[in-house]
């Protein structure tokens, strides 16, 4: 299933580094578009939606480019913290109505 | 509130035994989703329900059947497991459309089927 692509990583920065994460999706009728954290051995939490102005919650930048059917995330002077799995999530439309599909999610690890 | 919660933490199952996963939330969530998430594949949905009493089939459906008998519990069962249902089971809810609110997790069943 290739509805919603994520490099798999794993993305390995020092503490400070500025790291981007894309997401690329295959229905163009998709309205909806989240990422979400997984923290090793851990359930997935909302860190933040995407809007199509793009939006920022702290050291975090979500942007949509719906011409390319991509997202991305920018997370900005990186925390030991941060290290976790990011996960984008589309909505799509399927025979019962509409779906959030996953992606397998992109690893980050920060270290010091 | 506790979220939502998940029973048991942690099974083993031997191949065509029967088990049932109990979730339970107190956000009084009209929607409640069942997910496995086996590694390199992400997150896929197994069945889902969107209030007291209805259920509807997700991308994998089979294997599996589910209940929503009160509005705050959803069951999955597995009536013969399978080791191909050896996975890490989530629970999630979310307050309206499935699409466009943000869905609560919890901590997840980690199942082993031998």
């Known amino acids: 299933r290739k509805e919603v692509e994520q490099d798999p990583g794993p993305f390995n920065v020092p503490e400070g580094a500025t790291v981007a994460f894309n997401c690329t999706y295959s229905?163009?009728?998709?309205?909806?578009f989240f990422w979400y954290r997984q923290d090793c051995r851990k359930e997935p939490k909302l860190l933040m939606s995407?809007?199509?102005s793009g939006n920022e919650d702290g050291r975090f930048t979500a942007q949509l480019n719906r011409a390319s059917q991509y997202i991305s995330l920018l997370i900005r002077d990186s925390k030991l913290s941060d290290s976790a799995t990011y996960l984008c999530?589309?909505?799509?439309?399927?025979?019962?109505?509409?779906?959030?599909?996953f992606g397998k999610g992109t690893t980050l690890s920060v270290s010091s | 509130n506790a979220g939502v919660t998940q029973t048991p933490k942690f099974r083993v199952l031997k191949t065509g035994q029967s088990m049932t996963l109990l979730c339970a939330q107190d956000?009084?969530?009209?929607?409640m989703y069942w997910y496995r998430q086996d590694p390199g594949m992400g997150l896929r949905l197994i069945h889902y329900?969107?209030?007291?009493?209805?259920?509807a089939k997700g991308e994998v459906p089979d294997g599996y059947n589910v209940s929503r008998l009160k509005k705050q519990n959803f069951l999955l069962g597995l009536e013969s497991a399978a080791p191909s249902q050896t996975s890490v089971y989530f629970c999630?809810?979310?307050?309206?459309?499935?699409?466009?609110?943000?869905?609560?997790f919890g901590p997840g069943t980690r199942l082993t089927v031998t």
């Open positions: 999630a809810s979310s307050y309206g459309d499935r699409d466009s609110y943000e869905q609560y």
């Open positions: 229905n163009s009728a998709s309205q909806s």
């Open positions: 995407v809007y199509s």
């Open positions: 999530v589309v909505n799509i439309m399927d025979q019962a109505g509409t779906a959030l599909i």
């Open positions: 956000m009084n969530h009209e929607y």
């Open positions: 329900s969107v209030g007291e009493g209805t259920t």
